[in-house]
């Protein structure tokens, strides 16, 4: 059984520029959310997608878009690249059923903006 | 809003002895709480949560955590650490409507456990 998958592993990009992270959830998962952790904090919630539909979303700006598709997985666009924009991007699946389910997460995008 | 803390940036425990690493949590009515474990260059891995009932709650690779309500806390704990479990661990916390349902994390705890 895959777990969650993301792609690409690391990426390096110039400000200003655009990029999209992909994420392929674990089997029987329907929930995608998308974290940003920078170098020695935390992962940040950017948002959640659940049958298509952002459902959530945290403090981030317009700048960062996502999209889910029929298949549940995901995407991550972050526009206008800044030089604070680099950090692991880490993907999380769950299951949003009666209960709530804990989140397996990927092992993260590493992208660095220079 | 919810959020997290974890006091403590680092833990050092000689391997063999017991070890407890703190979480403080502050959310919006009754908490779902979680730990989750990071390895260098990897994503985070699940280790156990509280959702309800029995307050002692048991998770994977000998690890335990014991949700107190009153003192709003989730200290993660194990009662013979062992050089492996050397790792950052996070602690985090969701409520149960509307935007608290978002997971919110602690800063994290690096755990470093010395033969």
């Known amino acids: 059984d895959a777990g969650v998958t993301q792609s690409p592993t690391h990426l390096i990009k110039t400000r200003g520029q655009q990029v999209t992270l992909r994420c392929s959830p674990k089997?029987?998962?329907?929930?995608v959310s998308w974290y940003q952790q920078a170098l020695g904090q935390g992962p940040q919630f950017i948002f959640q997608y659940y049958e298509e539909e952002e459902r959530q979303r945290g403090n981030f700006p317009d700048r960062f878009s996502g999209h889910q598709f029929p298949n549940y997985s995901s995407e991550l666009n972050v526009n206008a690249l800044l030089l604070g924009d680099s950090a692991l991007y880490l993907c999380?699946?769950?299951?949003?059923?009666?209960?709530?389910?804990?989140?397996?997460f990927g092992p993260g995008t590493r992208l660095t903006v220079t | 809003a919810q959020s997290v803390a974890q006091p403590e940036d680092q833990v050092n425990v000689a391997e063999g002895n017991p070890l407890t690493v703190k979480c403080t949590y502050s959310?919006?009515?009754?908490?779902?709480l979680f730990w989750y474990v990071q390895y260098p260059n990897r994503g985070l891995q699940f280790l156990l949560k509280y959702i309800t009932g029995d307050n002692l709650v048991k998770g994977s690779y000998g690890f335990e955590a014991e949700f107190n309500k009153s003192q709003t806390s989730f200290h993660l704990k194990k009662p013979s650490a062992l050089v492996s479990d050397s790792a950052l661990y996070f602690c985090?916390?969701?409520?149960?409507?509307?935007?608290?349902?978002?997971?919110?994390f602690g800063s994290g705890t690096q755990l470093t456990v010395l033969p």
């Open positions: 985090a916390v969701r409520g149960r409507s509307g935007s608290a349902r978002q997971l919110t």
């Open positions: 089997s029987g998962h329907d929930t």
């Open positions: 999380a699946s769950s299951t949003e059923g009666t209960g709530y389910r804990e989140q397996y």
């Open positions: 959310v919006s009515g009754n908490p779902y």
